[in-house]
């Protein structure tokens, strides 16, 4: 699919972005629903005899590890046969079978406001991997912190980002791609 911000000056992204949600299979409502039961399914979970947020606190990429899953998980539960897991490298994270034009790629960050991707988001696909462009579940949330108070989920956006969205770090051993403000500002609307 191509891009549906070509040549769309920046000022009007925000208005395409929100057509592209209201026509996504999965309403902006469900989503966000789907988001905040998976992270209180991981805040009530216990890993043998020890309870996550009580006797241990993971590390950010092990609670969005944890988000990530959980998310595909309910919504194929949901809806079996029409949503599933990817299972190969061609596939998004999330895929709709009758159209995989709606298939949602998930990012999760601890950052309280940016989303970040691996170097080759900022690159071209190569042969037999998943496009970069398309729907994107994007969810910020809390660390841990010693307070005792459990951490929030802050931000749950959904949007398109294409390919061309995603800059790589210039260092040659830099291995994060970010988003500019306008993308995720335009592009990312929380729901």
Do not use: C
């Not at 769309?8 to 902006?28: C, M, Q, R, Y």
């Not at 469900?30 to 991981?42: A, G, H, M, P, Y």
């Not at 691996?118 to 042969?127: F, G, I, K």
Request: aromatic share 10%.
């Amino acid at each position: 699919m191509s891009s549906p911000y070509k040549n769309v000056p920046t000022k009007d992204w925000a208005k395409i972005t929100e057509k592209l949600i209201v026509i996504h299979p999965l309403s902006a409502k469900e989503i966000k629903e789907i988001v905040l039961v998976s992270w209180d399914t991981i805040l009530q979970s216990q890993i043998g005899n020890s309870y996550i947020g009580k006797d241990f606190s993971p590390k950010p990429q092990i609670m969005g590890f944890f988000l990530h899953e959980l998310i595909q998980i309910e919504i194929e539960k949901r809806y079996p046969k029409v949503w599933r897991k990817e299972k190969d490298a061609r596939d998004k994270d999330l895929v709709y079978i009758p159209n995989e034009n709606y298939s949602i790629e998930i990012k999760t960050s601890s950052n309280p406001n940016s989303i970040f991707g691996n170097r080759s988001y900022a690159q071209d696909s190569e042969n037999g991997k998943k496009s970069k462009a398309g729907y994107y579940l994007a969810i910020n949330f809390e660390k841990f912190a010693d307070t005792g108070v459990l951490p929030k989920i802050l931000k749950i956006r959904f949007g398109w980002l294409d390919h061309e969205d995603w800059i790589g770090q210039t260092a040659a051993t830099g291995q994060q791609s970010r988003l500019s403000r306008d993308v995720e500002n335009y592009k990312l609307l929380q729901i």
